[in-house]
């Protein structure tokens, strides 16, 4: 079970992971050494990873389009959406799909490509292009 | 964007709390080079650093992709209020016949009913798609591999 003090702290570090403990410890009154146990802890139960958000344009990646994926063969389009270097973030959904991938192109040639690979393994999808990402990780405890 | 800007990313991309130090040690780069680098990138590229959580642990058991389509004088409302719904924890602007896509955390099912019918109450909400995110099988991968710099 997570305290009070734990959700202070996850959303702290949602807000931006590469804060200092020292940081954190001003803002929420705590001691730097509990900070330091309750993030150990906190990192291997329920923070999966501490990552940075792209802006994906800034590296010449304009296509963002998410797929919603059906498919007979859930082990072979798993495998491939796993490796592919397009594919961002994937997930298992229901219902109605299999997988839901956020993919990320840097141009309509590369993204037209990875449509041919769902169509030759058999792969149905319905895409939607991002036009514009409004908010990213702000969900609050 | 140099190589050393794309090192120094798909680190931060692995770990985001990763020491400039370890930095330094893993891309060979000098910590005073990362850190400007950092601060650089920081500006234009680097949106936001953030953990990404197990909502189940923390009780919320419920996560869907819900998308809308709203009548046009009401768009810029909507977004709004979508922005600083406690329950939403990422909105983009789609084209594919919808408006918004939400990606919404709940306690259970029935929140996120409640929170549809709220929005629809608002709202004069055309159309509503949704599906229930059941499992992470990757997560914000682009760019996550230091072995594959050669992506970009």
Known sequence: MFKESDLLILNHIRKNSRQSLADISRKTRMPISTIFDKLKKLESTVIKRHVSLLNFSELSHNIMVNFSIKTKDNEKAKVFLLNDKNVNSLYKVSPNFDFYAECIFRNMGELELFKDELARLNICFEDNFIVNEVKREIFQL | ?152
């Open chain 2, 1 to 152: 964007m140099n190589l050393k800007d794309i090192k120094i990313i798909t680190n931060l991309r692995q770990d985001a709390r990763m020491p400039l130090t370890t930095m330094s040690k893993k891309t060979s780069i000098p910590v005073s080079t990362i850190f400007d680098r950092l601060k650089a990138n920081e500006q234009n590229v680097i949106v936001k650093h953030t953990s990404l959580l197990d909502f189940t642990q923390l009780g919320y058991f419920t996560r869907a992709n819900i998308t809308f389509k709203v009548d046009r004088e009401n768009k810029d409302a909507l977004k709004e209020y979508l922005i600083k719904n406690q329950s939403v924890n990422s909105v983009y602007k789609i084209n594919n016949g919808y408006d918004f896509m939400v990606e919404g955390i709940f306690k259970q099912i029935k929140d996120m009913e409640e929170f549809i019918d709220q929005v629809k109450s608002r709202f004069k909400i055309e159309d509503t798609k949704s599906f229930f995110i059941i499992e992470d099988l990757k997560r914000e991968a682009f760019m996550a591999d230091p072995q594959m710099i050669g992506l970009v």
